[in-house]
């Protein structure tokens, strides 16, 4: 089965850092677009950063210079490293994927995507 599995969301102060994983299994395909996205209650979901297969990568204007997305292929891994966190931070953070690379106009939408995992909770007080 394909599998989107995230995982090193926790607790921090305002300032700290977390490196949140994105372990994709089963998912073979040669182009494919991954993304964070997070999701506060009683709010859509808004994309974070997003990498293609060819290593391009796409980000929010407001985490821009915060956080940064990269890929380790030898683990299928995608990480998200979060850096001077706020409490606006505060969310669960999802990974998803799709089968083709990530497009500038369209990596942030949450209809792009045709996987997703279960979440991981970040908290930033």
């Known amino acids: 089965d394909v599998q989107l599995v995230e995982s090193g969301g926790d607790s921090v102060q305002a300032g700290g850092s977390l490196k949140l994983s994105c372990e994709v299994s089963g998912y073979a395909h040669n182009n494919y677009c991954v993304s964070w996205f997070r999701q506060t209650p009683g709010k859509a979901r808004e994309g974070v950063a997003a990498i293609s297969s060819t290593g391009a990568a796409y980000d929010r204007g407001s985490t821009r210079g915060r956080f940064f997305i990269s890929q380790d292929n030898s683990k299928n891994t995608v990480y998200l490293q979060m850096s001077s966190l706020k409490p606006e931070d505060t969310a669960m953070y999802y990974c998803?994927?799709?089968?083709?690379?990530?497009?500038?106009?369209?990596?942030?939408?949450?209809?792009?995507?045709?996987?997703w995992g279960q979440g991981t909770q970040v908290t930033v007080s």
């Open positions: 998803a994927a799709r089968p083709r690379s990530c497009v500038l106009l369209t990596w942030s939408l949450e209809a792009y995507y045709d996987l």
